[in-house]
DNA sequence: ATGAAAGCGCTAACAC
DNA sequence: GTGTTAGCGCTTTCAT
């Protein structure tokens, strides 16, 4: 329990001012070389290292960046954690993780819980990041945020996203290449912007191989197993029946997978059927659903970047961030029979 | 980005010294009722929160605890995390987290990874808890630390471990009481302390029910699937071949299970299966395993709340605790036939 | 039962 | 380039 050396030991060894060893520290120029290993060496024979709460108190950065989830599934929250903290380390910030009730939060709840830790900047993760509550919360307690996914209010602030549009696209083509005429498309919640993005990326798709946009085969969903149903016995019932249908999430998908199994519809033979997502479920159905992945862990690594960069200076000009998706070829597309 | 109210507001709002509203935040004894209630609540009206930082630097305790782990499950880390988080919310304690590589261990790295952030007490978990060397280090730091599982030094400081004897007791002498007679037991590695407790317990069992021990019935597992594989098939290679094999871990059991069908077994009826730790891939082989499923988030709670005793008072006396593990009985057992 | 004053270990202005 | 000084917001010790 022998006492912590401080920045005055280091110092007094290194025969400097403190000032300079604070320089030296965090990397300021005006410091000779010479003087630059001596403060180095004095630092690493007495095992220094800075005192987080000195540096918090005494300066404008706390080093530390909190992570907001609201009972996140166990994958998600090892992925957004492991990309923070990878980054965390590279750049000796702390990560403090804080759970939150998304529906019970307050300007109130905030403050207690993250006011006293002033974290240089928060991460938030959906739903988080879709609450209106909590970003009036956290802008009135003074704190700046980066969100990952958020589906709207896209302009309130930083945020990192998976570039659901290109990816929605990419997958479409390939539906197309594999010959696939008519393609319907089943969309998310209204509400949500990602739902949005991805219908658009099949539209842009059609559009790019020269296909004609039937909104008769545009569904809308809800993101839901049974949305997934609903809408994909309407589009089946059609005249024209599609013979594939992309859901914008897994979900919605699996409840396309059920639908078409009443009907006595063999997927992918007769059907083609496209998720959103790459959930765990998506894995677990039989075939093994085709979907798209969406790079969380390399979404948190940036968005804890993007935090730390805005910590440092808060007029950075990047302030948003959108990451290719990964397309996940499995068993429920093929090309269409005949 | 108003200012934070600081502990000089409150005081003066509230017509009382800075040392007195210290008192009533950190509940000493000595102050009125009336201005207790005076103090809190300007302290409300202001939104105050104490500082962390200032906190940390001031006094002894800095309301942190940090995490460690190396490359957990995601359903580990989660259970782990939610445990400890969930005690250290109570408390108005704050949870930092830090991945480390057990193996690259040194007391280097600890230094530059904890000795900044200065945490009350460390939380280990497995397998970093069993890493001398990292003991070694962290005692070297002066830092505190509770470890969760440990597999052996369960002398050098506090701990929580599943009650892993009893355990095993409970699930043997359930399959005596199904009407086994011959059950033999499969150690986990023997540098474990876990796989020793667990046959303890096992042999526990049969001298409750009045059985003898049989050491031609225990065979030395290493927990992998392989040695599961290689222990269940000399074990179905004796005379008087057991009726049911009980692993000191799940994947000894699925390679039990495996052996068992080589030799044309049917799992439960010609030979009853039981495993250890309840691991995801339990629930996935067919049948479902009979397993023992330990309290990860209370340990992790009991951990936190251990954690923070001896922040408060080193000289806490309770600096152990064993849970109870709850028996999952699955598919892989029943009764002998016959 | 309450208050005054002295730091804790740093960073930020400003001097030299 | 480098040093001096003044806090940051608390807890602690010692008065009263």
């Known amino acids: 329990m022998s006492k912590r050396a401080t920045i005055t030991d280091v110092a007094s060894r290194a025969g400097v001012s403190i000032k300079t060893v604070s320089r030296v520290l965090n990397r300021e120029r005006n410091v000779r070389e010479a003087v630059r290993a001596r403060v180095l060496a ?57 759970p939150v009730e998304t529906g019970a939060l307050t300007k109130r709840t905030i403050e207690e819980t993250l006011a006293s830790a002033r974290p240089d900047a928060l ?28 589906g709207r ?6 945020w990192v996203r998976a570039n659901d549009r290109e990816a929605a696209r990419a997958l479409t083509e390939r539906l197309i290449d594999m010959g696939h005429a008519e393609i319907a498309f089943i969309r998310g919640h209204p509400d949500h912007g990602a739902a949005a993005e991805r219908h658009t990326g099949y539209v842009d798709a059609l559009g790019a191989r020269g296909l004609s946009v039937d909104d008769g085969l545009v569904a809308q969903g809800d993101f839901s197993f049974e949305s997934g149903v609903a809408a994909a016995e ?21 409840g396309v997978m059920v639908a078409a199994e009443r009907r006595g519809l063999e997927v992918p033979r007769d059907l083609s059927v496209a998720g959103f997502d790459d959930s765990p479920a998506s894995r677990r159905v039989w075939p093994p659903l085709t979907t798209v992945r969406q790079p ?38 093929a090309a269409p029979r005949g």
């Not at 994958?75 to 965390?88: H, K």
């Not at 609450?131 to 956290?138: E, G, Q, R, Y």
């Not at 029946?241 to 999430?249: K, L, N, Q, S, V």
């Not at 805005?310 to 990964?326: F, G, I, M, N, V």
């Open 234 to 254: 309407a589009l089946l019932d059609l005249v024209r029946r599609p013979t594939a249908i992309f859901a914008g999430g897994d979900d919605i998908a699996r």
């Open 123 to 150: 991460i938030l993760t959906p739903p988080v990041c879709d609450s209106a509550l909590a970003l009036d919360a956290i802008e009135q307690a003074g704190l700046s945020h980066v969100r990952i996914a958020p």
């Open 42 to 98: 004095a630092a690493k024979q007495l095992g220094y290292a800075p005192s987080l709460s000195a540096r918090g108190l005494a300066g404008a950065r706390s080093y530390v960046l909190a992570l907001l989830f609201d009972h996140p599934s166990f994958s998600y929250l090892a992925e957004v954690q492991g990309g923070a903290l990878e980054r965390c380390r590279a750049a000796h910030y702390h990560l403090i993780v804080e």
């Open 153 to 158: 209010n896209l302009d309130r602030g930083p």
């Open 296 to 333: 969380i862990r390399a979404m948190a690594a940036a968005a804890a970047d993007l935090a730390m960069a805005l910590a440092c200076d808060p007029q950075t000009k990047e302030r948003t961030r959108s990451l290719p998706c990964e397309i996940v070829m499995r068993g429920t597309t």
